[in-house]
């Protein structure tokens, strides 16, 4: 088993991301999922975004968020 979210790592910055329409994984499983991890971590730094009609795919909206974010989080590379 894992310990706690300790140091550092209690300040990463996570999205999720979860389409509305999902038949796999139904949307209250992803809304209990971050409801859990603001716990563990700071809750200001978890963003939970959700997609009108999608399914248990991904979409170009979830795709140009996921690049935003990416280019706020991380250093650019060279």
């Given amino acids: ?4 979210i300790s140091g550092v790592n209690k300040d990463i910055a996570v999205l ?3 389409g509305d329409c999902d038949p796999l994984v139904p949307l209250m ?3 209990l999922t971050v ?3 603001k ?3 700071n809750p200001a730094n978890v963003t939970f975004k959700t997609y009108s009609g999608m399914m248990h ?3 170009l909206e ?3 968020d996921v690049k935003q974010f990416i280019d706020t989080h991380l250093p650019p590379v060279d």
């Fill in 1 to 4: 088993s894992q310990g706690p």
């Fill in 16 to 18: 999720q991301c979860h």
């Fill in 29 to 31: 499983f992803g809304s």
């Fill in 35 to 37: 409801e859990k991890l």
């Fill in 39 to 41: 716990t563990m971590i």
């Fill in 57 to 59: 795919s991904s979409s």
């Fill in 62 to 64: 979830e795709m140009m």
